[in-house]
C-alpha cells in the first residue's frame, strides 16, 4: 500500500511517501518512495523540498500562503521527483496527531474519531488543531480516501493509575483531565518494535527502558510491550532537562516568580518552555552538538549544561530500573541518543551495578548506526536504535485500514 504521511505544524508541513504491507514490515523492507518539507507556510519566502532515488528539489523564496497551497504543493512535488504519476496512486494518508486524548491506538478518522479527537485538542492547542487541518484538506483532495491518526499519546493510555495520576484532589483528574499522558510515544514503540526485530525477543518476555533524546526528551519504561511509565506529563515539559525546556522543577519556583518578579503566566510559560533546558544553563545554545564542541574548547557553561542534561537522565535510568525489575536493554534514540557518544557514556556512569556496563569503543563507533553498544559483562544490553516515526505512522495507517492489530 503506498500511504501519504504528514506530520502538519502551523508553519510546516513534513512528508514522507511510503510503500508497505505486512511481508516489508515483517522484512523491515519497507520503501521509502520520497521525503520532504514545507517550511515558512503562509509567506511568500516558503521553503521547499523533497527527496527521492533519483532527484532532489529545493526552492526557496516560493509562494504558500495556507496549508491547503502547502499540501497542494506536496502532491507537485512527488511528482515532479518521480515518485508519483498521479495523485490517485496515492492509497491512503496517516497524519501525526499529537493528543489522542483516551485514545490507545491508532485511529482510522471517522466523524466520531474526529469528535474525540477535537475533544482533545483543549489539551495541546498549538498541535492538534494544524494536524487536524491536515485531515480536512486531504478530505477536499482525495475525498474516497483512507485516513489514519497516529497519536503521540496513544502509547502511554496503558500506564496504570498510580504512574499516571498526579497527587492532586482527584477532582481534578475526573473534571478536569489533569493527569499524565506522555508524548513521543510513536518514537518509543517504533525502536522497542525494532530492538524485538533485532534481538528476535517476543514482547512477552522483554522490559526495555527507551530513552529519546532529541529536541524534547523523554524516557518510557516498557513492560511486556506496554508503556508502563514516561517521563513526560500533562504536557511534553515535564521530566528530563530539553533543548529549551527546564524539565521537572519545583512548581512552587513558578508562584515565587509570579509573585516576587510579577511575571504573567505567559512569560512563565516562555520562560519553561523556551529558555530553559540546555539553552537556559548554558546561555548558549539548544543544540546538544554545539554544546559539546564548546564544552571541549573549556566553555564552563556548556560543560555544566551537559552534565545536568545527563546527571537527570542517569537518575530517571534508575527510577525506571526500579519500575520494571529486570530490564532486559535500554536503548538510546533521538538526534542527541543517536549520535552523541558522550552523553551515552555520563548517562550510564556508576550504573554498572544496575546492570548496565557500556562498551566504551563500541559506544564511540556508534554515530547514527543500529548497533549494541553494550560490554559483555552487562546485564542489559545498550543499544542504539536510530528512530522513524513516520515509517511507524505509514505502518499503522495500513495496519488499521487492513484491520490488523497494531503491536
Ligand atoms: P527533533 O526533536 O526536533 O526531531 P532531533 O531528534 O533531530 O530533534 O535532535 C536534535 C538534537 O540532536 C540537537 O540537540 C542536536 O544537536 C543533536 N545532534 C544531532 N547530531 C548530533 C551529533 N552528531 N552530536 C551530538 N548531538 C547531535
Not at 492547542?125 to 489514519?148: A, K, S, W
Not at 556548556?302 to 520494571?324: H, M, N, P
Amino acid at each position: 500500500m503506498k500511504i501519504l504521511v504528514l506530520n502538519c505544524g502551523s508553519s510546516s508541513v513534513k512528508f514522507q511517501f511510503i510503500e508497505t504491507d505486512l511481508e516489508r514490515i515483517d522484512r523491515n523492507q519497507d520503501r521509502l518512495l520520497a521525503r520532504g518539507q514545507i517550511e515558512r507556510i503562509g509567506t511568500h519566502e516558503a521553503v521547499v523540498s523533497c527527496q527521492a532515488d533519483a532527484r532532489t528539489v529545493r526552492d526557496v523564496g516560493v509562494d504558500i500562503l495556507d496549508h491547503h497551497a502547502a499540501i497542494a504543493k506536496v502532491l507537485s512535488l512527488l511528482q515532479h521527483v518521480g515518485a508519483l504519476a498521479d495523485p490517485k496512486q496515492i492509497e491512503a494518508v496517516g497524519h501525526r496527531v499529537v493528543h489522542g486524548g483516551v485514545f490507545h491506538n491508532s485511529q482510522r478518522i471517522t466523524p466520531e474519531v474526529l469528535r474525540k479527537i477535537e475533544d482533545a485538542s483543549e489539551l495541546a492547542p498549538l498541535h492538534n488543531p494544524h494536524n487536524l487541518n491536515g485531515y480536512h484538506i486531504c478530505t477536499q483532495l482525495f475525498p474516497d480516501r483512507p485516513q489514519v491518526a497516529v497519536f503521540d499519546t496513544a502509547f502511554h493510555q496503558s500506564m496504570p493509575t498510580r504512574a499516571f495520576l498526579y497527587a492532586l484532589p482527584y477532582e481534578y483528574f475526573r473534571r478536569h483531565r489533569i493527569r499524565r499522558y506522555g508524548f513521543h510515544g510513536t518514537s518509543h514503540r517504533y525502536v522497542a518494535f525494532r530492538f524485538r526485530q533485532l534481538s528476535g525477543r517476543s514482547k512477552e518476555d522483554t522490559n526495555l527502558i527507551t530513552c529519546h533524546l532529541g529536541n524534547g526528551c523523554s524516557l518510557t519504561a516498557i513492560q511486556f510491550g506496554r508503556s508502563v511509565d514516561t517521563s513526560m506529563g500533562f504536557t511534553p515539559l515535564e521530566g528530563l532537562v530539553m533543548g529549551t525546556r527546564a524539565g521537572d522543577v519545583d512548581p512552587s519556583i513558578l508562584l515565587h516568580l509570579m509573585a516576587k518578579q510579577e511575571m504573567s503566566s505567559h512569560e512563565v510559560a516562555t520562560l519553561l518552555n523556551r529558555h530553559s533546558g540546555l539553552y537556559g544553563i548554558s546561555g548558549e545554545s539548544n543544540d546538544m552538538r554545539e554544546l559539546l564542541e564548546s564544552s571541549h574548547q573549556g566553555h564552563e557553561r556548556a560543560r555544566i549544561a551537559i552534565d545536568v542534561f545527563c546527571y537527570r537522565l542517569r537518575k530517571y535510568i534508575g527510577a525506571y530500573t526500579a519500575v520494571l525489575g529486570h530490564v532486559h536493554a535500554l536503548i538510546f534514540t533521538g538526534g542527541i541518543g543517536e549520535n552523541a557518544p558522550h552523553v551515552r557514556e555520563l548517562a550510564c556512569q556508576n550504573l554498572g551495578e544496575m546492570g548496565y556496563e557500556l562498551d566504551l569503543q563500541k559506544n564511540n563507533r556508534a554515530v547514527g548506526v543500529e548497533a549494541e553498544i553494550s560490554a559483555p559483562a552487562s546485564r542489559a544490553q545498550i543499544y542504539v536504535i536510530p528512530t522513524n516515526e513516520e515509517l511507524l505512522i505509514a505502518r499503522d495507517t495500513y495496519r488499521t485500514i487492513e484491520g490488523l492489530e497494531n503491536p
